[in-house]
């Protein structure tokens, strides 16, 4: 058994398109409300395509899950944290983490804490991104 961050949001399609473009997000699967599994619901559950019924994506191998909100509604994903954690000694799983750090700042997510040696590990950092996820690294020796 595992567990797997499931995200809602009022855009799924613009927080998978972030994702990719500036936390790495790949091998992006997206069902659609045009989907042709939906054709039969009520009209009143129909949607566009545009609306994302279920997508998977991965982050540094990690499996994520997203939709939308019904009707696009607003959504505070504050308290959303995602924390990758990785082996300090190894430089590959240690480069990695500074480069998904830092090309998710240069994308336009905002540090709340810097990246950099803490009481409680030798590389951690945290930032938020444009859709209210909070993402951590802390490296463990």
């Known amino acids: 058994m595992k567990t797997i961050q499931y995200f809602n949001f009022k855009n799924s399609l613009a927080a998978l398109n972030f994702y990719e473009q500036h936390l790495g997000a790949a091998n992006i699967h997206r069902v659609g409300g045009d989907d042709e599994m939906f054709k039969d619901m009520p009209e009143e559950y129909q949607v566009d395509g545009d609306f994302t019924m279920h997508a998977t994506f991965e982050i540094l191998g990690q499996t994520f899950y997203c939709s939308d909100t019904w009707k696009n509604k607003k959504i505070d994903n504050s308290g959303a944290i995602v924390t990758f954690t990785f082996d300090y000694n190894n430089e590959d799983e240690r480069q990695q983490a500074v480069t998904f750090f830092e090309n998710a700042i240069n994308g336009g997510c905002v540090a709340t804490m ?10 951690y950092g945290m930032f938020n991104d444009p859709f209210g996820v909070t993402w951590m690294i802390s490296a463990e020796e």
Do not use: I, K, N, V
């Not at 810097?114 to 590389?123: A, K, N």
């Open 114 to 123: 810097e990246l950099g040696q803490t009481e409680w590990s030798p590389l």
